[in-house]
């Protein structure tokens, strides 16, 4: 028999203007040292969280991470016509319920006391959106035993809720869960092992940060012509260049923590593809609207392992005399692929394309394809159809 399908990689080419998609703690370019030049760097969780979002608008469900779950009750009961101190409370008990140690929030008008009820749990708790309804369901069911409970007002206060119903709650999954998965050590049988791994953006090239200093008119004072100067002056960090982004996706791993639902393993992968090529973090959008597109998306199927690209770019990409990065990095890409997959046997290539701005074919990434979303349908078609034998294959 045929190995069957197991990861689809995505590789993606695309160009960015003066921007600054992930600043760091001092509000600068993120950057790496990579083949000996500077580049410029957007980090994983960084375009994670963008694909995630994205995801989530297009399969319609919510996953919601916070250590902030019992207020979220609370204000669920609240909505509902619970009493303001009773919906509190019972917020305060549930996020104390599980077996996830918490604190007490500080009193924002006295540091030194804390608030009753405004329970943090220590561990941030991810479950589906969903779950915030489940939880109050089960309050409305305990309310008399809440109406005569103590504040929770100290860390190791107990709650008069059942543990077990809790913990459940927090078990709960949907497809977010199941594609990125979670971490949740302390409750049991609680943690998902995510289908997708991505990988740190980095440009094919090398880069170089520039500041733009900046200032800010006072209307008034310009109205009025009483002071001269600027109301405020500043500077930031931005950067340009074009980008190589890589990302797995392991379709055993997603089949494993959705179960024998073919459907939705297909609804999943595609809605992740396209929410990955499409999604572009947020930081600075305002003052930079850097919404491009990729100029080139290839996606591979794999039986043996993932193979990412980014070793193509290990000598930076340089620009002809015209000028111009991306169609150089995409004739990189097409040769770094043709090389690696000639090493490793092309048998281990399940199905593959390309899709994108250029004009000249790249042969070694497969069949160009007219769109994104024919692309997609494409690689998922042979890597969801069943292992065929040799004999028949």
């Known amino acids: 028999m045929t190995a069957p399908a197991r990861f689809v990689d995505i590789h993606v080419l695309q160009s960015m203007p003066f921007a600054n998609l992930n600043r760091d703690d001092n509000n600068a370019v993120k950057t790496v040292q990579y083949g000996n030049v500077l580049r410029t760097r957007v980090s994983s969780q960084s375009w994670k969280r963008a694909a995630r979002e994205l995801f989530q608008e297009r399969i319609g469900q919510v996953a919601l991470r916070t250590r902030r779950i019992g207020e979220r009750v609370a204000r669920e009961l609240e909505e509902r016509g619970w009493p303001t101190e009773l919906a509190r409370r019972a917020g305060g008990h549930l996020a104390a319920g599980s077996s996830i140690k918490f604190e007490l929030a500080k009193d924002p008008e006295d540091p030194k006391k804390t608030v009753p009820n405004k329970v943090l749990t220590n561990a941030m708790i991810y479950v589906p959106q969903a779950a915030i309804v489940e939880l109050a369901d089960l ?11 103590k504040d929770i007002k100290k860390s190791g206060d107990k709650s008069v809720l059942p543990k077990g119903p809790i913990e459940a709650v927090l078990r709960s999954r949907n497809g977010v869960i199941n594609l990125f998965g979670r971490m949740l050590a302390e409750v049991d049988d609680a943690g998902v092992d995510g289908a997708v791994q991505v990988a740190h953006a980095l440009t094919t090239h ?16 310009q109205w009025w012509g009483d002071a001269t100067g600027s109301g405020h002056m500043g500077h930031a960090e931005f950067s340009a260049g074009t980008f190589y982004r890589y990302a797995t996706l392991d379709l055993r791993d997603l ?3 959705i179960g024998q639902e073919p ?40 039986a043996d392992r993932p193979l990412s690209f980014a070793a193509a770019f290990e000598k ?15 004739r990189e890409l097409d040769r770094y692929a043709k090389a690696a997959n000639t090493l490793l046997g092309q048998e281990r290539i399940r199905a593959r394309g390309w899709a994108g701005l250029a004009a000249k074919d790249l042969t070694g990434l497969g069949d160009r394809q007219e769109s994104f979303d024919q692309l997609i349908r494409h690689v998922l078609d042979a890597a969801l159809a069943p292992a065929a034998s040799k004999a028949g294959a």
């Not at 309050?139 to 409970?149: N, Q, V, Y």
């Not at 090398?206 to 004072?221: H, K, M, Q």
């Not at 393993?265 to 499409?278: D, G, K």
Request: proline residues 5%; charged residues 20%.
């Open 139 to 149: 309050a409305e069911e305990h309310r008399d035993k809440l109406a005569g409970a």
């Open 206 to 221: 090398a880069t170089d940060v520039e500041l733009d200093y900046f200032s800010a008119v006072d209307d008034i004072s």
């Open 255 to 257: 089949a494993a923590n």
């Open 316 to 330: 930076p990409v340089a620009a002809p005399s015209e000028g111009g990065f991306e169609a150089a990095s995409a």
């Open 263 to 302: 459907a939705a393993l297909r609804e999943l992968s595609a809605a992740f593809l396209s929410a990955f090529i499409e999604s572009l973090p947020q930081a600075k959008k305002n003052s930079t609207a850097a919404h491009t597109l990729p100029g080139l998306v290839h996606l591979a199927v794999r």
